[in-house]
């Protein structure tokens, strides 16, 4: 089979002049390196596209193949995960992970919520902040949390993200809204352990793999998973399998998401519980990050003896479940 492989590298964009944060979410050339290798340990012949501007490049030019296993997070916009999926749609070409719809309603954490508290899933209690104006309508108990609503990689959560006060509200919202020029989450402060679930699998299929609390160790930043704390994961925080019973709870809450949400093939779900212990949704990943060694769901698969290579058997697997689905609908000659 051959199989094409979309991604942003992060080296392009921080040569034509990006920056190191805005660049965060893009990939190493090891993750490249490594899921191509895997893939063709699995028999595949593989071709590098690149990016959606290459992608739409080389559809242009009439290149086409059995699956693409598509990583790309896109550049701009809040849909700028569905930008790639969207297209290989448009030219019937199956793909791994999820679809436009769902990559676009994840990336946006507040419709994400809605979604959720719609579906009985607990998540923390929210407000949008779409503008300057909309910071006097929050009205949740303190202390908050605020970040973007549309950014991956812990983008604009810092040690201020935790705010104690209307006036660390205020400060905090307008530079959210002045920096990422996008509308600003403000959630009800959840204080207790945090976890991530790795899922593989669509639908009923769908099977969570384990779930990895993450520890904060003493010299990182306080009270969440920021993006300086994730960016040195290996200095500042621990990761260790949750026992039994917090795993119980949290693969339960994962699953539930994972198949009301319609994701697909792998990815995770971030939890984190309150001031009681209860475990709440914080935000689906359905575009996980597959670095071998640096990323969370490579990292939980080597906890729980899953080889590198297996996870992406698992991916291809579940996306060609929709190929041979999708081939038994087609009429011949089609």
Known sequence: MIVGLTYDLRADYLAE??????????DRPDTIDAIESALRRLGHETQRIGNVRRLVEALAVGRRWDLVFNIAEGLRGVGRESQVPALLDAYDIPYTFSDPVVTGLTLHKGLTKHVLASLGIPTAGFKVVECEADI???HLPYPLFVKPVAEGTAKGITAQS?????????RQCRHLLATYRQPVLVETFLPGREVTVGITGTGPRARAIGTLEIVLLAHAEGDAYTYVNKENCEELCRYQLADASLAAEAEELALRTWRGLGCRDAGRVDLRAD?????????VNPLAGLHPEHSDLPI??????IPYVELIERIVASA???????AGRKEPGH
Do not use: N, P, Q, W
Request: hydrophobic share 45%; net charge negative.
């Open 136 to 138: 006097a309508d929050v």
């Open 320 to 326: 060609m479940t929709r190929v041979s689905a999708s």
């Open 275 to 283: 001031a009681a212990g209860r475990l709440c949704v914080l935000e």
């Open 17 to 26: 002049g990006y920056g190191e944060e805005e660049t965060a979410e893009f």
């Open 300 to 305: 939980l698969c080597t906890a729980v003896g």
């Open 162 to 170: 935790k705010v104690r006060d209307a006036a660390e509200l205020e």
